[in-house]
């Protein structure tokens, strides 16, 4: 029979052991192993494991562990029980290094009605306002477009200022849509 792996997945320290047991508790019951008996199995791993987590490496409860062992179902004495291969015995420690707190909310855009807001140039922010626009004109190195709600300069290759028209509660909705994701400020 082809071995198995028995998997702990990202588990917090605490819970590693009860992890590994319903694990192996599910993967063995359909082969024929009885649970008693993968319970009797896994109780000298577990307690093996804790030893080298908490007395070895000094790991804390709310640290997060994950431990490998591959296993093969023999028979003895007529019964199915499990054989651990020790040698592939993986833990892997995740150490909880900080916790973030108090982290601000997104603010929204800050930007009035007729406000003019500035941004650095991009050929897709020019194209965006040019597949909106009612009218447009060149002077110079600044070309000018009007939309239904909008107008916007852009200023050679520098920079494009944009100043929305439209009512208050669409001005947010209309950034978003002008802006993309990738280049809202």
Do not use: H
């Not at 791993?45 to 709310?62: Q, R, S, T």
């Not at 499990?82 to 420690?93: A, L, R, Y």
């Not at 003019?116 to 626009?133: C, G, H, I, T, V």
Request: aromatic fraction near 8%; hydrophobic fraction near 40%.
């Amino acid at each position: 029979m082809a071995k198995k792996m028995l998997s702990s997945g990202f588990v917090r320290a605490s819970g590693f052991a009860i992890k590994l047991r319903r694990t192996l508790i599910a993967q063995t019951r359909t082969e024929g192993v009885e649970p008693a008996e993968a319970v009797r199995k896994i109780a000298p791993l577990n307690m093996e494991l804790y030893k080298i987590l908490v007395e070895k490496e000094g790991v804390k409860k709310d640290d997060v562990v994950r431990i490998r062992i591959m296993y093969d179902i023999v028979e003895e004495n007529g019964k199915k029980t499990v054989k651990f291969d020790w040698d592939s015995c993986t833990i892997e420690i995740y150490r909880k290094e900080k916790e973030i707190t108090g982290i601000e909310p997104p603010k929204e855009m800050i930007a009035e009605v007729g406000e003019w807001r500035e941004f650095p140039f991009s050929d897709e922010l020019e194209k965006r306002l040019k597949l909106l626009a009612i009218e447009m004109k060149k002077e110079g190195d600044v070309l000018t477009i009007r939309g239904e709600d909008f107008e916007a300069e852009i200023i050679g290759q520098d920079k494009i200022r944009i100043r929305y028209l439209g009512p208050q509660e669409k001005l947010n909705e209309f950034f978003t849509r002008i802006l993309g994701e990738s280049e809202q400020t």
